[in-house]
């Protein structure tokens, strides 16, 4: 009997950070501008991408969306009312959105086609910041309703983000939410973040928004 | 809940390994963790003895190393290493950074086997 070490050396998603950076490579050489929308459920992360499909379409771009959830495709009905393609995803009982996921959705679309692709990942704060979708923007939404101290809560995922937006500002004050502590928060885990303070109901904040979003599309 | 996607996939990069090592018997597996990987512990004790079990790995150990979250810190020209994770900033300075070198590894470091014969 003899003891060996063997080193590997191996990183254990290493099969989904491959095929994410296939992805990568495919949404670069398409011109598209990909962002994978990760929160809580219940934050509104439907409700401020059917605005913003509906404000770039507006805008004349060429957007679609891919929306992640256990089950139904109540989301990707929702979505699809702004004209946009969207497919829906379903997990099954998988609390995030892998590589091959995203691969395999993507069939028959042709990105060269789309300005902007949006991935709404499934309502999970912890186990998407794992998963690279090969996407260019990762963005964490949080709402007033949540608490100020979610990023510091999860500082795996706001520490992962390119950006952070906060939703339902319309109703900030009856919840009494603390703007400038969850900003402090937001960039004490992730420093220099740009933050939207966006309302998916009133508009308010979109227009930074779908500014930063042409802005980001521009320099692809 | 990833923990078992995990564990699956530690159990099929260590069968493939291990091929080429006929006979032989896994002791321990090493892993590498950084503090932000959002993988815990405990869960993946947990998962590992359900899904070792028929498998080569079967009856062997899991050994997590947690790494530090180390920033590079520009004002002091150096790589420097948090208590924590909820604070991005140079310990030595207070200056913000996200110029990340450690914390987000999620590996196999290796893994130690009983060759018969």
């Not at chain 1, 990183?11 to 929160?39: C, F, H, T």
């Not at chain 1, 996407?135 to 608490?147: D, M, N, Q, Y």
């Not at chain 1, 109703?171 to 928060?185: Q, V």
């Not at chain 2, 990987?37 to 062997?60: M, R």
Request: glycine share 8%.
């Amino acid at each position: 009997m003899t003891t060996r070490i063997v080193e590997l050396r191996r990183g254990i998603l290493k099969k989904n950070d491959e095929l994410a950076a296939g992805l990568r490579e495919r949404y670069g050489a398409a011109g598209v501008l990909v962002l994978n929308l990760v929160s809580s459920p219940g934050t509104g992360k439907t409700a401020f991408l059917e605005r913003t499909l509906t404000a770039l379409k507006a805008r004349g771009a060429r957007v679609a969306a891919l929306v992640g959830d256990l089950e139904t495709d109540n989301d990707a009905r929702r979505l699809a009312a702004s004209g946009a393609p969207v497919r829906q995803i379903n997990t099954h009982g998988i609390c995030h959105l892998d590589a091959e996921m995203i691969a395999k959705h993507l069939e028959g679309w042709e990105l060269g086609e789309l300005d902007y692709l949006f991935i709404e990942n499934v309502g999970n704060l912890v186990c998407p910041s794992s998963y690279d979708l090969g996407e260019k923007i990762r963005v964490a939404l949080l709402s007033v309703t949540e608490g100020e101290d979610k990023p510091l809560k999860y500082p795996t995922l706001f520490n992962s983000a390119d950006a952070a937006v906060i939703t339902k500002m319309d109703i900030a004050e009856p919840c009494g939410f603390d703007r400038a502590e969850a900003l402090k928060n937001i960039n004490e885990i992730r420093p220099g973040i740009r933050i939207f303070e966006t309302s998916a109901k009133t508009g308010a904040g979109m227009d930074a928004w779908l500014d930063y979003l042409a802005e980001e599309r521009a320099v692809l | 809940m990833h923990e078992l996607s995990i564990v699956s996939s530690i159990v099929d990069t260590v069968t493939e390994s291990v091929a080429a090592y006929p006979g032989a018997r896994v002791k321990e597996v090493r892993l590498r963790v950084g503090a932000l990987a959002s993988v815990i512990e405990e869960s993946l004790q947990f998962c590992y003895g359900i899904a070792t079990e028929d498998t080569p790995l079967a009856g062997s150990a899991l050994v997590v190393r947690i790494l530090p979250v180390i920033l590079h810190c520009e004002p002091c020209g150096m790589d420097v290493e948090l208590e924590g994770v909820q604070s991005f900033r140079c310990p030595r300075c207070d200056e913000p950074s996200y110029d990340l070198r450690q914390g987000r590894e999620l590996e196999i470091d290796s893994i130690e086997i009983e060759e018969g014969e």
